[in-house]
């Protein structure tokens, strides 16, 4: 079932489903993390430390193709406001209230500053942002009930001062000037047995679970925000102002969404029609990215506008920039890759534990040294690199905490503010307003109000997680009683669910064994759990399981779906070898969201074809063995071999494309005493069929470090070939015999090919390319245990060298039509196989390279296979 052969690679006919923005995997892959590793395969020491300025490269993606709402929008589709919240007297007293009065004079007076007599010069203003932190931090407070007041209700809210200390449970440190977190826990840590009992847990602080919210707060008067930018910054990349609409109010008085949305979207080339591999959303990060035109979606929301007095208020141009930020301002994001002082500390075993040493005065200073280059920063690259910082706090609630669907935020300018969602499918902001203002200061204080009123589910915790059998969130004393260095705050946590038997199943997680970095996407946590439900004829009761859970596109075909099919089609045509090479199912739910009840289904119905619909999905599957536990390098070789094979008859026999091999997606199992590879992880896989029929999600397939230069080419229009995986199976093995000494021992420093795992795209696709066509490159430098590897790598990386040195120069449309060109040449180059490199990376070549090791032929398990392939 290959498709057709094509000789020009941007007019393929049979196109793969569009992924181009690979949201998923924000910054560094660590590939010994894929399902169900375990985090020890072969690559188990794989985990290349994060820097922050590679990380905040993948989340520019996600913040370019942001929505602006108005605030009136973000407020009842995202914060649930009451319609007629104006009329509802709880959020009435709050401008009368004294508390509120005083609260927001106090704040405003060190913001803004006092006019003196002549109403033209201002005094008291605030010299430094951190001024500002405890007047703002009683602003939000008092903004819950009017009073600020301390009370009992186990679900009050409460918000404190986290800078400069970071949030702990993230390889990156990273650290909102303010949190929000539950009232219980903020006086549960104030007692002063409980802050000897966190000392002895190690536990320092907030870690990301915890955390309900944030707040960043700068003290530019607004710049930051895109406020009073009224004019061209010099020296700065071009910037569109926006000037959107405002909600206004209903004759009647009620309250409703506005009637526009505005869209951020990249302005791309175009391409060549029926690609599905999307040049438009394709990651290419450049120093050179211009302000992208926003544009305006109509709200298909039938709901009244808000008041006139509403738009008659007098606000600035909202200059809303993408341009990444020059020097100063990517110092500021490099600020956490300094070097800091660490102590080694040795644990029983012979295990090390590195600890950093850094006093409270360290953090203040570094906290500081922030703010300064801040100062350096024009109002232009001040927002791009506060969209920054608050994505990157998004970033980590949504994958270090608990498992969340969305997370929340604020940014406070002096007297401008704006609300930030994040979710899998969408970055969505307020536009910056002016709480000076009255109308919009009475909707700020509704909106903060309605803010804490919000549920755990609400602020975007999945529901059906329980933990330990009350929320750490509230309660402190639930915490593990031993936490690492990466807070796995799962460990411990029970989830039920409703199994597709109808049955309540109750899950226990025991360890966690892979965590998506990343906003947008499907974002999947793979963990170990054990069935601990009580109900009668429970057949899982004691067993331990591999449980994912994940985002996927509503429209993409499920992993479920194409396994079972693999599965039917070994059985029906009585190819019953392939059974061994295939992970079985136990279970899958998906999960829907409600179009009225949930804030993502709000937002479809709102957005249309601007939000992409996803479905949160919980698979269930038997517990399969990762390559670390192998250790003859026969088994190896027989585990890759039989890779080659299984994928070879998923491609022609079931019509299936892997399209995401990496090291963590290759495992094994035993049966009667032999072992078998097991390709696993199908959700970037496709039907070969449907491949074109377009995209079917905004998500680009591959593990970064293992994918074949073509996809990581921003100009690459030819769709995902077969061959595409056979180069990430090579890469899986060059890896494993280069940057291992032995099976799971890293090899000594400088290890081999380092920068394909802690790059960009595009600096990966420069590294791979120079790789496989530099002439005067280096050899392998394959290490010694893994000697035996060498035949098969030089003869594959040989056919790679071959195939990619051999591909057709694109003719210039400079060349003048009777010019004498090489009619030889243009034949040869028209009738160039790109699926397989003019045949040079095909299954054939893989099979007769891999099919003996060591002198000796290993077992064939299919015969069978298109010879053409």
Sequence with gaps: MEPPQQNDPPTQTLQTPNTPNRTQTHGPSVVNCTPMSNKYCAHAKDIVSQRASVVNKFLEDDINDRVIFDLDEFATLILELPPDWDVEQEFNLLPESEAVKEAFEEYLKLAVGVSDVKGKRKKGRATHEKELYRPLVNLLNVLRDGTGCLGKDIDEKIFYVQDPRPVLGSLIQRKPDLGGIYIQLLKLAENEKLSEYLVKKDIKGVFWGLLLFFVEVKHEKGNFIGLNVHKKESGTPKNASTKGSVSQRSQHGSKRPSQKAHILSQSTPSQSAGHSQSKSTKRKISNDVLEPTAKRVKSQSTSQPLRKSVN????????????????TATTVSNIDDEDRPRVIIHKHGGKEKTLEVMTSQDYQLKADNEVKAEEKMTPTQGQHHTRIQCASYAKEMLSSGYIRNHALGITADDSGFRFHYYDRSKVIESRAFQIVDTEWKKLFMAMVCQLNKLSTEKLGYIPNLHLNDFDYLRDPKQLPSKLEDNQESLIGATYSFRASDGKIRTVIIKKVLYRAEGIVGRCSIVVEVECICTEFGCTWHGERRIMKISFPS????????????????????????????????????????????????????????????????????EKLHPLSELNDLRDFAQVFYDIVQIHQWLYECAGILHRDLSSGN?????????????????????????????????????????????????????????????????????CLACRYAQPGVPAAEPRAYSKWFNGTDEDVFTQKNAFLTDPFGKGLAVQPYFADFQPWLE???????????????????????????????????????????????SYAQMRSIMSSFQGKSLETRWAGGNPEH
């Excluded at 606000?315 to 809303?320: A, E, F, L, N, Y």
């Design 666 to 734: 290759i495992m094994f199992r035993c049966k009667d005493g032999k072992i078998y590879g097991v390709l696993n992880d199908f959700d970037l896989s496709s039907r070969v069929q449907d491949m074109g029929k377009g995209p079917t999600s905004n998500q680009r397939t591959g593990t970064r470090p293992f994918m074949s230069p073509d996809l990581l080419n921003p100009n690459w229009e030819g769709g995902h070939f077969y061959r595409h995986d056979l180069e990430s199976l090579f890469y899986i093995i060059l």
């Design 795 to 841: 003869r594959i990386f040989w056919k790679l060298q071959c195939g990619y040195r051999g591909r057709p120069i694109t003719k210039s449309t400079n060349f003048a039509e009777d010019e004498n060109l090489d009619n030889d040449e243009d034949r040869k180059n028209a009738n160039f196989d790109w699926n397989t490199l003019n045949r040079c990376v």
């Design 312 to 327: 008659q208020r007098s606000r600035g141009t909202v200059s809303q920039s993408n341009a990444p930020p020059s020097s």
């Design 554 to 621: 509503r429209s993409r075909t499920s992993e479920e779906e194409l396994i079972r099919e693999a599965r039917a089609k070994a059985e029906t045509s009585g190819e019953h070898w392939a059974l061994n090479h295939l992970p079985e199912l136990i279970d899958t739910i998906t999960i829907t969201y409600d179009k009225t009840t949930t804030v993502q289904g709000r937002l479809k119905a709102h957005l249309k074809e601007k939000y992409e619909e996803r479905v949160m999905r919980v698979t269930v599957m």
